[in-house]
T-cell receptor
Framework: EAQVTQNPRYLITVTGKKLTVTCSQN?????MSWYRQDPGLGLRQIYY???????DKGDVPEGYKVSRKEKRNFPLILESPSPNQTSLYFC????????????FGSGTQLSVL | GENVEQHPSTLSVQEGDSAVIKCTYS??????FPWYKQELGKRPQLIID?????GEKKDQRIAVTLNKTAKHFSLHITETQPEDSAVYFC??????????????FGKGTSLLVTP
């Protein structure tokens, strides 16, 4: 079954404690991206990657890091989480650079206390 | 960068009626316009999309129209059913760097279909 798998689904942490949200896709997609969803603001892109070792900033990259060492994996790293990073995070992948048929993971609800 | 505006933010219709959600975009180079449906607690799921070389596309009860000149596109849902109740997002994809594209989303429309 084609899917984008994110872990964990829920995460509660404290300010400053480094965390990683994992994302993996089994569709051999070259294009992967991370979004955050906040009430009233819709979905905003954090980072995207067009292929292995190729990443670039989206609209709201501050406080986040990503890496793309393998085609299937695209982890999101928060080196020093802050309360304003409390949000619902989605990983997504697409077979085309222009994001056609973007396929979302099931989401990670992060709370930073 | 691309700015996508979506209206209305909430929409309530009676079962069987039609619903229309409208979006405008700012970058005339945007070339791909998807619509996503997000049910409560679920991931956004693609329901229909249109490329810039097409003016209209239909899939059963849903249709999307695109006016490139005016830079707006709309989602039409006919014969609405309670299971259509969800948040709907429009988006526009455009080039943001030499080879990178960004999908910019509207802020969403919460559709409620009452029996």
């Amino acid at each position: 079954e084609a899917q984008v798998t994110q872990n964990p689904r829920y995460l509660i942490t404290v300010t400053g404690k480094k965390l990683t949200v994992t994302c993996s896709q089994n569709m051999n997609h070259e294009y992967m991206s991370w979004y955050r969803q906040d009430p009233g603001l819709g979905l905003r892109q954090i980072y995207y990657s067009m292929n292995v070792e190729v990443t670039d900033k989206g609209d709201v990259p501050e406080g986040y890091k990503v890496s793309r060492k393998e085609k299937r994996n695209f982890p999101l790293i928060l080196e020093s989480p802050s309360p304003n990073q409390t949000s619902l995070y989605f990983c997504a992948s697409s077979f085309r650079r222009n994001n056609e048929k973007l396929f979302f993971g099931s989401g990670t609800q992060l709370s930073v206390l | 960068g691309e700015n996508v505006e979506q209206h209305p933010s909430t929409l309530s219709v009676q079962e069987g009626d039609s619903a229309v959600i409208k979006c405008t975009y700012s970058d005339s180079a945007s070339n791909y316009f998807p619509w996503y449906k997000q049910e409560l607690g679920k991931r956004p799921q693609l329901i229909i999309d249109i490329r810039s070389n097409v003016g209209e596309k239909k899939d059963q009860r849903i249709a999307v129209t695109l006016n490139k000149t005016a830079k707006h596109f709309s989602l039409h849902i006919t014969e609405t059913q309670p299971e259509d109740s969800a948040v709907y997002f429009c988006a526009a994809s455009g080039l943001v760097s030499n080879s990178g594209y960004a999908l910019n989303f509207g802020k969403g429309t919460s559709l409620l279909v009452t029996p």
